[in-house]
């Protein structure tokens, strides 16, 4: 029934755990004032359906299903068998991301697979390049914090950036003190 009730949208109300993410919309402005850096209108949420047989294919029609109601999640599998939703907002508008990726995850925690939830993702870039992020917050529900990755290419990332940044925001959103959580995503 929670399946059912999560394709219909009903009872759905951010949890306590998805309130971080909505205020990344502040942090969005310390990056762009003192970074050049603006949201691209791209994010992801990520999970592991295994263990759950069957309930893998239950997982993405839900994911899929979430957000905007014309514009469908692109659902996607990555090699270390993670499923990725992807979401975007043409006009980058942050706001509409935001509550797009936390209607994914509600969704998702609804339906049963909050325990499977790994991370959500928003994409910042420079303003002269917006095709190509230099940055994105990844916020895990868990802790209920997030951490910048900034990759370089192909050779690993920019450590010194992401620690700038994490000084910046901190008073702006619960940003991960132990370093040794940030993954690269």
């Known amino acids: 029934m929670a399946l059912l009730g999560s394709l219909r949208g009903r009872g759905r109300s951010v949890r306590l755990s998805l309130l971080p993410l909505l205020e990344l919309r502040s942090a969005a402005l310390a990056l762009r004032s003192g970074y050049g850096l603006a949201p691209t209108g791209s994010g992801t949420v990520c999970f592991v359906a295994e263990g759950r047989p069957g309930r893998g294919t239950d997982a993405e029609i839900v994911a899929g299903l979430a957000g905007d109601p014309v514009r469908r999640n692109v659902v996607d599998h990555d090699a270390l068998g993670r499923t990725i939703v992807r979401c975007w907002r043409e006009n980058g508008d942050l706001g509409w991301l935001l509550d797009d990726l936390a209607d994914v995850n509600e969704r998702l925690a609804q ?5 499977w939830l790994l991370h959500t993702t928003v994409d910042f870039a420079e303003l002269r390049d917006m095709r190509h992020p230099k940055l994105t917050m990844v916020y895990r529900r868990e802790r209920g914090t997030f951490y910048p990755y900034a990759p370089r290419g192909s050779r690993g990332r920019d450590r010194a ?4 940044i994490r000084s910046s925001l901190t008073r702006i959103v619960p940003m991960e003190s132990d370093i040794g959580r940030w993954r690269p995503v």
């Not at 950036?161 to 700038?164: I, Q, T």
């Open 161 to 164: 950036l992401e620690l700038k």
């Open 111 to 115: 339906a049963g697979f909050a325990s």
